[in-house]
């Protein structure tokens, strides 16, 4: 008796076969994003709904406007700015003064597809 039938050996040597052509597909179609410093080209305060304990209520975000460079070319994009509150004078305060460092990745094959992180 066979310890380990062919079948067995035939159908594990296919599966690590596809395993491996899958991998390999997802590696080549997958973007690899790269990363670039940004700046704060702009700021808002938008509104943003939120449902409390006493219903329906708003609240106030700020946003930035971040600006990069890639090959030459100039982007944006927008990015939340951690800041919340109940109020836009809140928001306006705590923006006050405050000069992030930005960073943003973009996928290279589409340099305006893009996240930008600030802190």
Do not use: N
Request: aromatic share 10%.
């Amino acid at each position: 008796m066979e310890r380990y039938p062919s079948k067995t050996i035939v159908a594990v040597a296919i599966a690590v076969a596809l395993y491996g052509i899958f991998r390999w597909i997802d590696q080549r179609t997958t973007p690899r994003w790269l990363s670039v410093q940004g700046s704060v080209a702009d700021r808002r305060i938008v509104s943003e709904p939120s449902s409390g304990i006493a219903g329906q209520s708003l609240l106030w975000k700020a946003e930035y406007k971040v600006a990069y460079s890639v090959a030459g070319r100039e982007y944006t994009v927008w990015s939340d700015s951690g800041i919340k509150g109940e109020s836009e004078d809140e928001i306006r305060l705590a923006l006050a003064g405050r000069r992030p460092s930005c960073r943003v990745q973009y996928d290279p094959s589409k340099p305006e597809s893009s996240v930008a992180d600030c802190h």
